[in-house]
């Protein structure tokens, strides 16, 4: 399972890598449009709020970016377009892509791994592996 993390981090860092980061800040929800689109909820405050977004790769995996926790920290993470106190949350794992702490900029990935499996959400569709031969 750790192998699986390690090597869905580095596809996701080197796909960041490849295309100019740009930042959506205060963005708008777009309602239901993008329901594979999560966000973490910090439900140590009262109330709870959203403080970083994410999207389902899989049943069981949330990609987000590692600056958004800290490795083996339990977290919950909601689908719902407009979260409130009644909002589905769904807790699960963090961790952090292991390059982040020496390259930060290259290396802001993350996964969270559920604890259960995501219902009635599909995933997002990830592009293919490339692979390059001489």
Same mark, same amino acid.
């Given at each position: 399972?750790?192998?699986?993390? =390690?090597? &869905?981090? @580095? ?5 960041? +890598?490849?295309?100019? *980061? !740009? ?37 069981? =995996?949330? &990609?987000? @970016? ?5 490795? +083996?920290?339990?977290? *919950? !993470? ?57």
């Amino acid at each position: 399972m750790r192998r699986a993390l =390690v090597t &869905l981090s @580095a596809v996701a860092a080197v796909l960041l +890598a490849a295309v100019p *980061a !740009v930042a959506i800040t205060y963005g708008q929800p777009d309602g239901n449009r993008h329901p594979e689109v999560g966000a973490l909820i910090a439900t140590q405050a009262n109330p709870s709020y959203p403080y970083c977004s994410g999207t389902l790769v899989s049943s069981t =995996v949330f &990609l987000t @970016a590692a600056h958004c926790g800290d490795e +083996a920290q339990r977290v *919950a !993470v909601t689908f719902d377009p407009e979260p409130d106190p009644s909002s589905l949350l769904h807790t699960g794992t963090f961790h952090a892509n292991p390059a982040y702490g020496s390259h930060p900029q290259a290396s802001d990935v993350a996964v969270v791994v559920f604890d259960k499996p995501v219902k009635g959400i599909s995933p997002a569709s990830l592009p293919r592996r490339i692979c390059w031969t001489r």
